[in-house]
């Protein structure tokens, strides 16, 4: 019998998600949001009920995927009082998918424990079309016997197991996903940069793109962002916003480890700028509007 699902945190991936566990045959029987008005649609969509309260969704659910903003979010849905996901929570699977230090999945495991319920962390390294398709690379920390007790489920959500990979104990494939971040958002910067001297300098910027494609520049934001920067194309996949959340994460785990780390530390002043200058919201391909001749917040170009 296929576990009964919850997903709390209706933003777009977690609203794929669950639009994909219900394609799979999973009973999707409950969602919540901070945002009703998010959660009541979607769980029109798919037929189910919009929670009013952290608490109802345990009552309706005995597989609860969330996917919040950062640690206060995961901290406020697992809270030790008030309404909480901690609420009958005995014998519940959390299987807990944002972006969010270490330190916050170990102290959420340690809750949950406490009233008899498991968790995981399922750190997710790809966009909101993967979500919708099934085709997630997901990066597991947690129990084992809790990674099997859900593995047939996260497979659907990861190209049927292609991409699921355990990393190891709670915390640890946090841990891996900051530095994933941290690597992307640096060579995002770098490319940014590149492609910005490019223009500077009056080169054909698509003949550009191919060079360091077919060179030691290639990387895979150059597939995935290269051409948003020439064309200023910025549609939201993974913010600045978050980007610089992510690569503070990973700086915090480099300070505990001792580490001074230049290109991250530079890279988290790029992307926190954009956030005090009002382009936070943007791609982080827009990372490209910092260092393109002629653009920038105050440019009057459109951004």
Request: net charge negative; glycine share 10%; charged share 20%.
């Amino acid at each position: 019998m296929k576990q009964s699902i919850g997903v709390v945190g209706t933003g777009r991936m977690g609203a794929n998600m669950a639009r994909r566990l219900k394609d799979c045959g999973y009973p999707v029987t409950v969602v919540f949001d901070v945002r009703p008005e998010a959660a009541q649609a979607l769980a029109v969509e798919l037929e189910c009920r919009a929670a009013k309260t952290l608490e109802e969704v345990n009552s309706l659910a005995s597989v609860v995927l969330t996917v919040v903003t950062d640690d206060a979010a995961m901290n406020g849905i697992f809270s030790e009082s008030g309404d909480s996901l901690l609420r009958g929570a005995r014998d519940h699977v959390f299987i807990n998918c944002a972006t969010v230090s270490p330190a916050i999945h170990r102290e959420i495991a340690n809750r949950a424990q406490q009233q008899g319920a498991h968790t995981l962390e399922a750190c997710m390294a790809s966009s909101i079309t993967q979500a919708r398709n099934g085709t997630l690379y997901l990066m597991i920390g947690g129990p084992s016997p809790v990674f099997e007790s859900v593995r047939i489920l996260l497979s659907h959500l990861s190209d049927d197991g292609k991409l699921l990979r355990y990393i190891g104990p709670t915390g640890t494939a946090a841990q891996v996903k900051a530095l994933v971040n941290m690597v992307m958002n640096i060579n995002t910067a770098g490319l940014a940069e590149g492609l910005g001297l490019g223009a500077a300098l009056g080169l054909d910027l698509t003949l550009l793109r191919e060079v360091f494609g077919q060179t030691g520049a290639r990387s895979g934001v150059l597939q995935t962002d290269g051409e948003d920067m020439q064309n200023r194309a910025h549609d939201c996949y993974f913010s600045a916003a978050h980007a610089a959340k992510d690569s503070g994460i990973a700086l915090q785990l480099a300070k505990e480890a001792g580490l001074h780390l230049p290109l991250a530390s530079s890279t988290l002043e790029q992307f926190t700028r954009m956030v005090q200058v009002g382009l936070g919201e943007l791609d982080k391909s827009g990372i490209a509007e910092l260092t393109f001749p002629g653009r920038g917040p105050k440019s009057g170009s459109g951004v």
